[in-house]
């Protein structure tokens, strides 16, 4: 079986960098342990292990398809929907009065990473099902809990999220499927939605889909949203299910992530439609909100587990593979050595580090947006604020950097295989395939950077990022206490003066009322932003890898642990300063891309 994650670097995280133990003195979490965690994540690893990543290049050789109304998915989806139910992954962090687990959400986000880096494909099916099932207990009346949420947790049931329409795209104001109000207690719903991931297949009894509509005669706008439970099936008064006028129109064929299907569905067409308002009419979009922030975190996390995968097989092929000599002193190589692992070649070992430093780094990030989650639900008062101030702030990058990223480092494993690499034969090119659509998913590259710099950022009157500094400040304190690490507690201070002096600059066009200026180049503010936060999770890592050696301690090898510093080092030589690079393009008086009167780009 060749290695797609590595469990030694998980734990490492979750236990010594993140501190999952420190969650456990809430009475949320009370039941748990990091035993109890620990076999909670075997039992997924061995899951993944025996049943997701066997299959997972038949997935892309056989992928989802659409035939006579049905989408033929493959049969691997429907035991691991059942699997997941079986384990409790569906159910982990639901409330207890809701058939959950009370876990908390960073070790469910570790079950997910390795179940995605064991196979993209699947899980987003489960998480789906999972995201839908907490709108209906967050937001719906014991009715509707009792009728769907079960058989979601169980993994019977799946469901989706119906946001997007052909007419509106990422424009949820412009949508126009419509919901008609009657007298029994339900709604007629009619419209299409389109890119509904997991949509539809014959491996799960029902499908509940958690649909934006416009009730009749609503504002425009999205504040005329409205979200409704529509599930594929309804249930007849005899207890059985019948047809709820859910047609399903098409699947998408994708250039990557071929075994997770992606439906054109189409409601009421014989106006038999039945909907359920979920929560109060009109506030639907902030109602889906909490879908949307847990799938951009689960977004993130996928474009995370690819790279990871990426990693472990280049790194397996730089193992195995002889080609070329070393280029010993004098710059003359020896015809009659035998030819070396390619692994021993620096610009290999270049690529391979820069694929370690970025999936590592973006685990770091997700799990640290995870603990905040955790934290702002058993927290209270100003404590309850600061954790969701950071969530906020990190979700935009924790979605964005492993993706964007994430593409770049498997492109460098890609690059490590040489032709090969391109080849159908091995896997990277399939990696490469695949994360491609992570920078696309639940909100683009370009809508999570405006997000970043136009809300995130301003919020609270720049609350949110004063105390991301002091984070940053209390780690570059306890770095100080290593004088191999004090050069880059320095490097990260720069680095934190140019962010505040680049952020001074764009802020000043916002106070003038020049919004389009001040978000021109918010895409670029978003790479030079999340470079300076994952610099900073790197150097913490550091930090307690050191403190872990100095201590004598034996929970990993010191290899392992000097692994972290070196890799440490070399984001900060070779990422870290691209922040110099985009600070001047950032604070350019140039404006180039902003629409004038005559229109310069054709």
Same mark, same amino acid.
């Given at each position: 079986?060749?290695?797609?994650?590595?469990?030694?670097?998980? *734990?490492?995280?979750?236990?010594?960098?993140?501190?999952?133990?420190?969650?456990?003195?809430?009475?949320?979490?009370?039941?748990?342990?990091?035993?109890?965690?620990? @076999?909670?994540?075997?039992? #997924?690893?061995?899951?993944?292990?025996?049943?997701?990543?066997? #299959?997972?290049?038949?997935?892309?050789?056989?992928?989802?398809?659409?035939?006579?109304?049905?989408?033929?998915?493959?049969?691997?989806?429907?035991?691991?929907?059942?699997?997941?139910?079986?384990?409790?992954? @569906?159910?982990?962090?639901?409330?207890?009065?809701?058939?959950?687990?009370?876990?908390?959400?960073?070790?469910?986000?570790?079950?997910?990473?390795?179940?995605?880096?064991?196979?993209?494909?699947?899980?987003?099916?489960?998480?789906?099902?999972?995201?839908?099932?907490?709108?209906?207990?967050?937001?719906?009346?014991? =009715?509707?809990?009792?009728?769907?949420?079960?058989?979601?947790?169980?993994?019977?049931?799946?469901?989706?999220? !119906?946001?997007?329409?052909?007419?509106?795209?990422?424009?949820?104001?412009?949508?126009?499927?419509?919901?008609?109000?009657?007298?029994?207690?339900?709604?007629?719903?009619?419209?299409?939605?389109?890119?509904?991931?997991?949509?539809?297949?014959?491996?799960?009894?029902?499908?509940? =889909?958690?649909?934006?509509?416009?009730?009749?005669?609503?504002?425009?706008?999205?504040?005329?949203?409205?979200?409704?439970?529509?599930?594929?099936?309804? @249930?007849?008064?005899?207890?059985?299910?019948?047809?709820?006028?859910?047609?399903?129109?098409?699947?998408?064929?994708?250039?990557?992530?071929?075994?997770? !299907?992606?439906? =054109?569905?189409?409601?009421?067409?014989?106006?038999?439609? *039945?909907?359920?308002?979920?929560?109060?009419? =009109?506030?639907?979009?902030?109602?889906?909100?909490?879908?949307?922030?847990?799938?951009?975190?689960?977004?993130?996390?996928?474009?995370?587990?690819?790279?990871?995968?990426?990693?472990?097989?280049?790194?397996?092929?730089?193992?195995? *593979?002889?080609?070329?000599?070393?280029?010993?002193?004098?710059?003359?190589?020896?015809?009659?050595?035998?030819?070396?692992?390619?692994?021993?070649?620096?610009?290999?070992?270049?690529?391979?580090?820069?694929?370690?430093?970025?999936?590592?780094?973006?685990?770091?990030?997700?799990?640290?947006?995870?603990?905040?989650?955790?934290?702002?639900?058993?927290?209270?008062?100003?404590?309850?604020?600061?954790? *969701?101030?950071?969530?906020?702030?990190?979700?935009?990058?924790?979605?964005?950097?492993?993706?964007?990223?994430?593409?770049?480092?498997?492109?460098?494993? %890609?690059? #490590?295989?040489?032709?090969?690499?391109? !080849?159908?034969?091995?896997?990277?090119?399939?990696?490469?395939?695949?994360?491609?659509?992570?920078?696309?998913?639940?909100?683009?590259?370009?809508?999570?950077?405006?997000?970043?710099?136009?809300?995130?950022?301003?919020?609270?009157?720049?609350?949110? #990022?004063?105390?991301?500094?002091?984070?940053?400040?209390?780690?570059?304190?306890?770095?100080?206490?290593?004088?191999?690490?004090?050069?880059?507690?320095?490097?990260?201070?720069?680095? @934190?003066?140019?962010?505040?002096?680049?952020?001074?600059?764009?802020?000043?066009?916002?106070?003038?009322?020049?919004?389009?200026?001040?978000?021109?180049?918010?895409?670029?503010?978003?790479?030079?932003?999340?470079?300076?936060?994952?610099?900073?999770?790197?150097?913490?890592?550091?930090?307690?890898?050191?403190?872990?050696?100095?201590?004598?301690?034996?929970?990993?090898?010191?290899?392992?642990?000097?692994?972290?510093?070196?890799?440490?080092?070399?984001?900060?030589?070779?990422? %870290?300063?691209?922040?110099?690079?985009?600070?001047?393009?950032?604070?350019?008086?140039?404006?180039?891309?902003?629409?004038?009167?005559?229109?310069?780009?054709?």
């Amino acid at each position: 079986m060749a290695e797609y994650m590595n469990m030694d670097t998980l *734990r490492f995280q979750l236990e010594q960098v993140h501190q999952l133990e420190g969650l456990f003195q809430y009475p949320r979490y009370e039941e748990y342990d990091l035993d109890a965690i620990n @076999i909670f994540l075997d039992s #997924v690893k061995d899951f993944s292990d025996q049943e997701l990543y066997p #299959v997972f290049r038949e997935m892309d050789e056989k992928p989802a398809y659409y035939k006579d109304g049905k989408i033929i998915a493959h049969p691997a989806v429907g035991k691991a929907m059942r699997k997941t139910g079986e384990l409790g992954v @569906i159910a982990a962090t639901f409330d207890h009065e809701d058939g959950g687990l009370q876990m908390p959400g960073m070790a469910l986000l570790a079950a997910y990473f390795i179940m995605e880096s064991a196979n993209n494909h699947i899980p987003g099916y489960s998480g789906l099902t999972d995201g839908a099932a907490k709108l209906i207990t967050t937001f719906g009346n014991q =009715h509707l809990k009792e009728t769907y949420v079960p058989n979601m947790l169980s993994g019977e049931w799946a469901g989706t999220m !119906c946001l997007t329409e052909p007419q509106a795209g990422s424009s949820l104001s412009d949508i126009t499927t419509t919901a008609y109000p009657t007298d029994e207690g339900y709604y007629k719903v009619k419209g299409q939605k389109i890119f509904i991931s997991g949509g539809d297949h014959e491996h799960n009894e029902n499908f509940i =889909h958690l649909l934006l509509a416009r009730i009749e005669g609503a504002p425009a706008g999205t504040r005329g949203i409205s979200l409704f439970v529509t599930p594929k099936k309804r @249930i007849a008064a005899d207890g059985s299910l019948t047809s709820n006028d859910v047609i399903t129109a098409g699947d998408f064929q994708k250039m990557g992530q071929r075994g997770y !299907c992606t439906t =054109h569905l189409v409601f009421g067409e014989n106006d038999d439609c *039945r909907a359920w308002l979920l929560g109060e009419p =009109h506030q639907g979009l902030k109602y889906m909100f909490q879908m949307m922030n847990d799938a951009r975190i689960s977004v993130g996390r996928g474009g995370l587990s690819i790279a990871s995968a990426a990693y472990h097989a280049s790194l397996q092929y730089a193992n195995e *593979r002889p080609q070329g000599r070393r280029v010993m002193d004098g710059g003359k190589k020896n015809p009659n050595q035998d030819p070396v692992l390619i692994i021993e070649h620096a610009d290999v070992r270049r690529m391979l580090l820069l694929q370690k430093s970025i999936y590592e780094g973006s685990l770091s990030l997700l799990l640290l947006a995870s603990k905040y989650h955790d934290l702002e639900q058993v927290t209270e008062g100003e404590e309850k604020k600061k954790n *969701r101030l950071l969530l906020e702030l990190l979700t935009p990058i924790a979605k964005t950097y492993p993706t964007e990223k994430g593409r770049e480092a498997v492109d460098n494993g %890609l690059q #490590v295989l040489g032709g090969y690499g391109f !080849c159908s034969d091995f896997i990277l090119q399939q990696y490469y395939r695949d994360i491609r659509i992570m920078a696309i998913y639940e909100g683009t590259t370009g809508i999570q950077s405006l997000d970043l710099l136009g809300r995130k950022i301003t919020m609270d009157n720049g609350k949110a #990022v004063q105390l991301l500094a002091e984070e940053m400040k209390q780690t570059i304190e306890e770095v100080m206490a290593f004088d191999e690490l004090k050069p880059y507690a320095r490097q990260l201070g720069e680095k @934190i003066q140019l962010s505040q002096k680049v952020l001074n600059y764009l802020l000043s066009f916002a106070g003038k009322g020049e919004y389009e200026r001040f978000l021109s180049d918010a895409t670029l503010f978003m790479d030079f932003f999340s470079t300076l936060v994952v610099g900073w999770l790197w150097l913490d890592m550091a930090v307690v890898a050191k403190r872990e050696l100095v201590s004598g301690s034996t929970t990993f090898t010191t290899e392992f642990y000097e692994s972290k510093i070196h890799t440490m080092k070399f984001f900060f030589k070779y990422e %870290l300063p691209r922040m110099e690079g985009l600070a001047p393009t950032l604070m350019s008086e140039e404006v180039l891309t902003i629409l004038e009167e005559r229109e310069l780009i054709g």
